[in-house]
């Protein structure tokens, strides 16, 4: 079966600009969750969604938001972006969300911000 | 979440066992071990989980202490496709994806 995809793969933007990106789950999953990668603070996660609901959340600005719809299909939302927000975006679907299940990853979005 | 320690990298020949270590002393009862792995610009993989009996599948073994204070991920066959960074993560028996990477182990499988 077809795994998680995320669009576009590569973008570039403007700092002040905002972005949306994609992440379809792989099919029958309902939990979504995001990570941003840096080579300096390495993988963090962001945010995850289960059934439509923001169910846990990370340590990240207001800036950061994101959405899933009915589908289970999910956006995440950078607002005012600012050149540290250059990072390879990855999106994570699982079953059930419940541990211990494994998530899995998407090939990611590298967002480059100049 | 119990916080790991990894060694930040290890070198194995190919067609070697390579055995990672992994240090959760903190570790509690609900705790589960999960290993990820990450190949470079790629999203990471999921190898294996445990809780407390040693786990074996397709891609590799995971034994775990008897007091659950550290655990050992092999691999038992390198190959230089395996040349990844090692994530040990653990966290508990709820619901929800956020899981917690640290630095992680870069594995150099060498020819």
């Known amino acids: 079966k077809a795994g998680v995809t995320q669009t576009p793969r590569y973008l570039i933007k403007t700092r002040g600009q905002q972005v949306t990106l994609s992440c379809s789950p792989i099919s029958g999953h309902r939990s979504v969750s995001w990570y941003q990668q840096t080579p300096g603070q390495g993988l963090q996660f962001l945010f995850e969604y289960f059934s439509e609901t923001q169910r846990n959340k990370g340590n990240f600005p207001g800036r950061f938001s994101g959405r899933q719809f009915s589908n289970s299909r999910s956006e995440m939302n950078v607002s005012t972006l600012e050149l540290g927000d250059s990072a390879l975006y990855l999106c994570?679907?699982?079953?059930?969300?419940?541990?211990?299940?494994?998530?899995?990853f998407g090939q990611g979005t590298r967002l480059t911000v100049v | 979440d119990a916080k790991t320690t990894q060694p930040p990298s290890m070198d194995c020949a190919e067609g070697r066992a390579a055995n990672l270590p992994c240090n959760h002393s903190?570790?509690?009862?609900?705790?589960?071990v999960y290993w990820y792995r990450q190949i470079h610009s790629q999203g990471p993989q999921y190898i294996i989980h445990g809780l407390k009996n040693n786990e074996t599948n397709e891609m590799a073994s995971l034994i775990i202490t008897e007091d659950r204070k550290s655990s050992t991920l092999i691999l038992p066959h390198a190959t230089l496709r395996d040349t990844a960074v090692y994530y040990c993560i653990v966290r508990p028996d709820n619901y929800g994806q956020n899981f917690v990477f640290g630095p992680g182990t870069r594995l150099s499988v060498l020819p």
């Open positions: 903190t570790i509690s009862g609900n705790e589960y």
């Open positions: 994570a679907s699982s079953l059930y969300g419940g541990s211990p299940t494994e998530a899995f």
